[in-house]
């Protein structure tokens, strides 16, 4: 019996890759100097700033400057960007259903609260766990691990939303089937654990959600206690 619904953010509610991909992008055209492509891969997921871009670059660049002129471009146009077609929708139909609605995020609390709360979404959600409440980020199970604790539900009971391959691994590993909706930055990657995949989250409606596969394609989820950081506040509320 489905019960729950767990989504990731970045990409797939919001679609804050391709503007932190763009914002990078122009930066680099105003210096005349192209992007590496290892580069623009390492940014999927990674929407809040925390990985360090720039020490692959030569040191003739004002690197400093660089990633403050990227931080305010990639902010201003992450926060213009629109929800994306189907996300309210689907939030909407599932709760008037009964269902439990969580965010399971790579990306950092304060991030995506603040798009969340920006775009008038955080209310749909019974809980937001986010990478800096577990040990280990996706592509480990942990982040499903603790939404699913947190929703009271079993792996079978729920369904995972994702856009790329880290986050549906992560959630395959933790027992939980997997919907794909791909973005721009990840349409061309596959997904051998997908048990469907949308072009869109307005094609995910409940009536298409009832016709799934089973659970059986879902692994035996790991029972492994999560290991959460020792300064972390456990609010489960």
């Known amino acids: 019996m489905l019960r729950a619904l767990i989504f990731d ?10 503007a932190i991909i763009d914002a990078w992008t122009r930066i680099h055209a105003d210096d005349g100097f192209t992007p590496r492509h290892e580069v623009l891969r390492a940014l999927v ?6 990985i360090d871009v720039w020490s692959a670059y030569p040191d003739n660049h004002d690197k400093a400057a660089l990633d403050l002129r990227w931080r305010e471009a990639a902010r201003r146009m992450m926060y213009a960007a629109p929800v994306l077609p189907g996300v309210e929708s689907l939030l909407a139909e599932a709760k008037a259903a009964g269902l439990k609605l969580a965010v399971a995020s790579n990306s950092s609390r304060e991030h995506v609260h ?14 937001i766990c986010t990478r800096d409440e577990v040990e280990h980020p996706k592509p480990e199970p942990d ?8 929703l009271g ?24 089937r997997v919907i794909v909706i791909p973005g721009p930055s990840t349409r061309h990657d596959t ?41 972390v506040t456990r609010d489960f509320s």
Do not use: C, N
């Open 143 to 150: 982040i499903y691990r603790l939404a699913l604790t947190r």
């Open 191 to 231: 997904f051998p654990h997908a048990i469907r995949q949308f072009a869109s989250m307005a094609e995910a409606t409940l009536a298409a959600l009832a016709v799934l596969p089973p659970d059986r394609v879902a692994p035996p989820p790991d029972r492994v206690r999560i290991s959460l950081p020792t300064d």
């Open 45 to 50: 997921g990674h929407v809040d700033f925390k």
């Open 153 to 176: 539900v079993e792996p079978g009971e729920a369904i995972a939303f994702e856009d790329s391959r880290p986050g549906h691994e992560a959630a395959h590993r933790a027992g939980l």
């Open 9 to 18: 953010f970045d990409g797939l509610m919001v679609d804050t890759e391709t």
């Open 114 to 127: 603040g798009h969340l709360r920006h775009r008038k979404l955080e209310q749909w959600f019974d809980t």
